[in-house]
């Protein structure tokens, strides 16, 4: 058993709402271990968004911790969480959020560290992910499952703790976000990261190793898998 | 190279900035060298003269067309002082040409020929070379009065006849051009008017060396520049004229920090993805400024190009005079105010919550 990667306890988030408060996570838990895939449904407006911001460092919980390979990062001041993010979190969005003045390959290598260029290889990922063909090509020239893609590979780039997607296949029809889902895990079994996504797509859940679903605050696990 | 890479993608866009861009700095430096070039009319002749200090009266306050100091003062002086000496005399009068009587400004600068204050010719012969008996060296404003180098002018309240010597270039003083001519000539004018006329300088030229130790009754040691500023008028047009241009750089700069600021409000969800991803604002604010940098300075440098090509293909009357360093001065200026208006876009960039790419379907 891989050890656990991405450790959210007692995550409390309420937003200011007109008069009131509203409790959008109530006291959420949630360990992910190297090389899993947690998938997280629900209704729409339930908080998965806002979990993944937490989980993701781009938002501060009311309450509860955030520990990313052992270290408390929610400890850590505001303005060092660009550099958190940058060294332990990767992000994957819902629609692919490229630089539409970057070439496919470019993408990549413009926002790689030196350092991990041993580790993660740019072009060999296009060739994981089946895009090769992207490499030279502007996002205007590329069909949107291609640029996702990209996107994903985008988010391993830095070598990365975690992996965070919010709706990655939401701009694609059924067929595609499936492979883009497949591609995910691929990346982050053979990468041993820990990965949190969230989805509407019931189809693609089966791919996940776990799923749970935010209702009213609560995170609980689905009993079917 | 992110910077360089967004340029390369948005040419169009780009280019058509740069072009506007360039245009109004090539404005600003075509209006500086104009600017430069009117204030070279009131002060060029004493300019160009090649003299460190002047030794002026004390009642003149610095102006130099007041100012008279005994002739035997210039042995006092060159007693002081290491540095070399020549005598001027300055003086406002009309010129005519013979069989002509319309009567044409000049300002006479008296000099001692073959001193260090006679400039070069570029036609003609020298005050000393000529054999003429009272020679004279026209600023070339003249040639376009059909006046040729040997012609005879008049002086229009002597009538005492001077051969023209030569010409010399770029010769002005008080939006007057100005004519050379020797001591000896100019004392037979002053004797002509005034039977009682005593031999007197306007000014003594020092040309270098050390003038901390001079002591001479009545007189001080003024340098050039501050004869400059005390030109009468010259100040107050020159600053008049240069805060113009300066207003004008700001502007300008002003225009590329707008601009720029307009593309970055569109560029927000870009930036707000760079920084979800881990991008710091110092690499954010590197690429703004990188891209700022890159529209200035090429934007300066096609725009010097062009004014100094146009310069030269610019008729002799435009007063058109653009140093190289003050060219140089106007592009830095230009390049450092974009800079410093570029600071808002970062400013606004640094403004960007990440939170808003997360979750967002709108693109
Ligand atoms: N910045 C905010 N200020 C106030 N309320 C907010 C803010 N962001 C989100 N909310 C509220 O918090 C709740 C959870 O929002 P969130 O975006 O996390 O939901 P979600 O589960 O991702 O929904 P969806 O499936 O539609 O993406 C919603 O009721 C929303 O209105
Ligand atoms: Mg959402």
């Known amino acids: 058993m891989s050890k656990t990667i991405l450790k959210l306890e007692h995550i409390t988030k309420s937003y200011q709402d007109g008069s009131g408060k509203n409790l959008v996570l109530n006291d959420v838990s949630l360990d992910v271990n190297g ?38 990062v929610s400890d850590s001041k505001k303005k060092n969480w660009t550099k958190i993010r940058h060294e332990h979190i990767g992000f994957i969005f819902q629609s692919h959020q490229l630089l539409p003045y970057l070439k496919g390959l470019e993408q990549l290598t413009l926002f790689q560290d030196k350092k991990n260029r041993d580790k993660v290889n740019a072009p060999d990922m296009f060739t994981e992910l089946g895009i090769e063909k992207c490499k030279n090509q502007y996002p205007s020239e590329m069909s949107g499952g291609e640029k996702q893609r990209i996107a994903i590979a985008r988010a391993f780039i830095n070598d990365p703790d975690i992996i965070l997607a919010d709706e990655p296949t939401a701009s694609l029809d059924g067929a595609r976000g499936r492979q883009v889902v497949e591609m995910i895990r691929l990346e982050v079994k053979k990468r041993e990261k820990a990965a949190v996504m969230v989805t509407h797509d019931e189809r693609v ?7 749970y679903r935010l209702e009213n605050g609560a995170l609980t696990q689905n009993n079917e898998k | 190279m992110l910077a360089w890479k ?37 002060v060029a002749g004493i300019d160009n003269l090649d003299a460190a200090y002047f030794l002026l009266s004390d009642s003149a306050e610095d102006i130099i067309t007041v100012s008279n100091v005994s002739a035997d003062t210039y042995g006092q002086l060159s007693s002081q002082t290491d540095g070399e000496l020549a005598a001027l005399d300055i003086q406002r009068m009309y010129l005519c040409r013979q069989n002509d009587d319309e009567k044409l400004n000049i300002v006479y600068f008296a000099i001692e020929p073959g001193s260090f204050l006679e400039p070069k010719t570029i036609e003609g012969v020298s005050l000393s070379e000529s054999d003429a008996e009272n020679p004279i060296l026209l600023d070339d404003d003249f040639m376009l009065e059909g006046i040729k180098v040997g012609d005879t002018v008049l002086d229009s309240s002597t009538d005492i006849a001077f051969t023209v010597a030569g010409f010399v270039k770029d010769e002005m003083y008080g939006h007057v051009s100005i004519g050379f001519i020797s001591i000896d000539t100019y ?33 001080q ?12 008028s ?94 140089l001065l106007v592009m830095a200026a230009f390049i450092f105010i974009s800079i410093v208006s570029s600071l808002i876009s970062i400013w606004n960039i640094s403004k960007v919550d990440p939170i808003t790419v997360i979750g967002g379907t709108d693109e």
Request: glycine share 10%; net charge neutral.
């Open chain 2, 187 to 219: 004392t037979k004018l002053r004797t002509e008017l005034n039977p009682m006329y005593q031999q007197e300088y306007h000014a003594i030229a020092i040309k270098d060396g050390n003038v901390d130790g001079v002591q001479i009754e009545d007189a």
């Open chain 1, 205 to 211: 859940l089966d791919l996940a190793d776990r799923v």
């Open chain 1, 35 to 72: 090389g899993e895939l947690v998938a997280i449904v629900g209704p729409s407006g339930s908080g998965k968004s806002t979990f993944l911001t937490i989980a993701g460092m781009l938002l501060s919980p009311d309450a509860g911790a955030i520990t990313i390979n052992g270290e408390r």
């Open chain 2, 234 to 327: 010259y100040t107050a047009e020159h600053m008049t004229i240069t805060m113009i241009v300066w207003v004008l750089i700001i502007v300008s700069a002003a225009i590329i920090g707008i601009f720029y600021y307009i593309l970055t409000l569109q560029k927000r969800r870009q930036f707000g993805v760079m920084k979800a991803i881990g991008v710091g604002m110092g690499r954010l604010s590197g690429i703004v400024i990188g891209q700022v940098c890159i529209i200035a300075v090429c934007g300066a440098v096609i725009a010097g190009l062009l004014t100094f090509g146009m310069a030269a293909a610019l008729p002799e009357t435009m007063p058109f005079y653009l140093k190289i360093g003050n060219a």
């Open chain 2, 221 to 232: 040691i003024v340098s050039k520049a501050d004869i400059i500023q005390n030109v009468p």
């Open chain 2, 6 to 42: 967004e340029l390369f993608y948005g040419k169009k866009k780009y280019l058509l900035i740069e072009l506007l861009i360039t245009l109004l700095i090539f404005m600003v430096l075509f209006l500086s060298g104009l600017a430069e070039g009117l204030g070279r009319a009131v």
